[in-house]
């Protein structure tokens, strides 16, 4: 299957400062890439949805200024979470389905964020 | 709106014998549905999917999985569990084929043990 890599894989940070998580898609376009966040033992819960050259859809409780997402190309997108606070941390994965990709949606190895 | 449940937090099964993983869907039309295990701090690896066809469909690692579309069923099933299948799995569920920006919807997570 495709192949969807993040970086840093594992990142800790101070309260107040912000973090940017990069999805790339390395051989294929991602023409849509989703995030999701994942708490300890549960589930993946999306965040949003992005369109490449496009502005992110946001799911309902999701603070869009918050987790800013930038999809800039199509193998690109990038997760900032701004002024993080210890409630922030978790296990972010993004996914990522190009054209010819129909129905698979492949994803990323996941980042740990840990805010102090 | 689609939906997912693993009525299972915990499936626990003896090395040898056969394990069964359930989930149940709803969605408004017809159903993409998946099945992703987790290892503790790495990302998803896909298992299996049913898009069309069969209603039986064989993935990896000698897991399997039979869709049922009066029960609205897709439970996961494998004849000889391993130790090494101790995990979280995640069933999940696309609506609106080819809609490119329409996410997978993960249920809850079972977690599955398997003694030796």
């Known amino acids: 299957g495709a192949v969807v890599s993040q970086h840093p894989s594992r990142v800790i940070c101070k309260s107040g400062t912000s973090v940017k998580i990069e999805c790339r898609s390395l051989?294929?376009?991602?023409?849509?890439m989703f995030w999701y966040r994942q708490f300890p033992k549960q589930s993946l819960m999306l965040m949003a949805t992005?369109?490449?050259?496009?502005?992110?859809?946001?799911e309902q409780g999701v603070e869009k200024d918050k987790f800013l997402i930038n999809h800039a190309s199509l193998t690109l997108s990038t997760l900032t979470v701004t002024s993080a606070h210890p409630e922030d941390s978790s296990f972010y994965i993004c996914?990522?389905?190009?054209?010819?990709?129909?129905?698979?949606?492949?994803f990323g190895p996941g980042t740990r964020l840990t805010v102090l | 709106a689609q939906s997912v449940a693993q009525p299972e937090d915990q499936v626990n099964v003896a090395e040898g014998n056969p394990l069964t993983v359930k989930c149940t869907y709803s969605?408004?039309?017809?159903?993409?549905l998946f099945w992703y295990v987790q290892y503790p701090n790495r990302g998803l690896q896909f298992l299996l999917k049913?898009?069309?066809?069969?209603?039986l469909v064989k993935g990896s690692y000698g897991f399997e999985a039979e869709f049922n579309k009066s029960q609205t069923s897709f439970h996961l099933k494998k004849p000889s569990a391993l130790v090494s299948d101790s995990a979280l799995y995640f069933c999940?569920?696309?609506?609106?084929?080819?809609?490119?920006?329409?996410?997978?919807?993960f249920g809850k997570g079972t977690t599955l043990s398997v003694s030796s």
């Open positions: 051989d294929f376009q991602a023409t849509t």
């Open positions: 969605v408004s039309g017809n159903p993409y």
């Open positions: 996914s990522a389905r190009g054209q010819s990709s129909y129905n698979e949606q492949f």
């Open positions: 049913y898009i069309t066809g069969d209603n």
């Open positions: 999940a569920v696309r609506d609106i084929p080819g809609q490119a920006g329409t996410a997978l919807i």
């Open positions: 992005s369109n490449e050259g496009s502005k992110a859809t946001y």
